[in-house]
């Protein structure tokens, strides 16, 4: 079964356009940066969780508000960090 589409694949990359490969290479690309930006979200909402809810209820105190503010303006302001830092190096072509 495996060979089928292998062999399918195969044929499809030879009878399609560069453009076309460029094109899907670029949208494999951004759905993987979606996935990875979904997993930072998901490790952040773990993080602060275990962090600031010391015992789920019905309300937040204001410790906790305080705590989950906290730690939601530090994890963009970390993530904005390294967006820049990247930007940076593949301005500077590393």
Not at 40 to 62: N, R, V
């Amino acid at each position: 079964m495996s060979d089928l589409f292998s062999n399918a694949s195969n044929y499809d990359n030879e009878h399609k356009p560069s453009a076309g490969n460029s094109e899907l290479e670029e949208f494999i690309m951004v759905e993987k940066q979606k996935a990875q930006f979904n997993a930072q979200i998901h490790e952040f909402s773990d993080l602060c969780w275990d962090k600031c809810i010391d015992k789920p209820g019905s309300k937040l105190d204001g410790r906790t508000e305080t705590c989950l503010v906290n730690c939601v303006n530090r994890f963009i302001d970390v993530s904005l960090l390294i967006t820049n830092r990247f930007t940076q190096m593949l301005q500077k072509g590393l």
